[in-house]
């Protein structure tokens, strides 16, 4: 019962996270359904907003996976995997129950900034998802209405801009697509000081996750030498005791 309630009302970065996806998810489907965004920026909208659901799918099963009462959580997120399902997007809106649930058990962490910090290994990979994800929607959707203009533009459809973000982020840069606007560029070059930077957050990450095997084998060497000087402490202790006993029998005859 405590192992059950502890999966349901803890609130962990990577919730907070999906938390803020899900806005996003909504912001996207409103957008379209609310402005003439034109053919391709529509599509550009429709394909973030699946990639994003992917992603809530991911967390919610790995939660399921590891959930020890896995019947409570799915009575507590039923909803939320019918939300993220990618094609339907009139039932996106029943993501905000997802956010006020959370919401609401923040309301009961008045220190986040400090439970943050206590997972700073997962509010770390939490970060770097999120932003990697606003730097793929700003990116793209960005890019695409500055150079789909352009007359000597050869960024023209949604999956121009988002192959030309991704590449551009991951610092790749094949130049098989490039801006020619001057605002185009200038987002290119944010894009890529911002994936350097990215990339060298996880770099920091999987060094941290390797720091404590590495410690915990220097442990394992500091435990064996100490029994290894214990051992040569007593093997001494007994030839004091034998050169003791031989010198007081000498001494004797």
Not at 118 to 144: D, K, P, W
Not at 157 to 176: E, H, I, K, L, R
Request: contains cysteine; proline residues 2%.
């Amino acid at each position: 019962m405590n192992s059950s309630c502890k999966n349901t009302k803890s609130v962990s970065p990577l919730d907070i996270t999906m938390m803020v996806l899900s806005l996003v998810t909504i912001c996207l489907v409103l957008l379209r359904m609310t402005f003439d965004l034109g053919e391709e920026t529509s599509t550009l909208f429709y394909n973030l907003d699946s990639s994003i659901c992917y992603i809530l799918l991911t967390h919610l099963g790995y939660g399921f996976f590891k959930a020890d009462d896995k019947k409570q959580y799915l009575k507590t997120h039923w909803i939320d995997f019918i939300a993220s399902i990618p094609m339907t997007e009139h039932l996106r809106y029943a993501r905000l129950l997802q956010i006020v649930r959370i919401a609401r058990l923040l309301q009961h962490k008045p220190n986040l900034l400090q439970h943050l910090k206590s997972q700073y290994q997962e509010a770390t990979i939490a970060s770097v998802i999120l932003f990697l994800v606003i730097l793929l929607v700003a990116g793209s959707t960005t890019i695409l209405m500055l150079e789909s203009s352009a007359p000597d533009g050869n960024i023209k459809t949604a999956g121009d801009a988002f192959w030309w973000t991704v590449v551009t982020v991951s610092t790749v840069g094949y130049g098989d697509l490039y801006p020619v606007t001057d605002w185009g560029r200038t987002i290119a070059m944010g894009l890529i000081v911002c994936g350097v930077g990215t990339f060298a957050a996880v770099t920091g990450l999987m060094a941290s996750f390797l720091a404590p095997t590495n410690k915990s084998e220097n442990q394992i060497k500091n435990h064996h030498l100490l029994h290894e000087i214990q051992q040569l402490r007593e093997e001494v202790a007994k030839l004091q005791q034998q050169a003791t006993h031989s010198s007081e029998d000498k001494k004797s005859d």
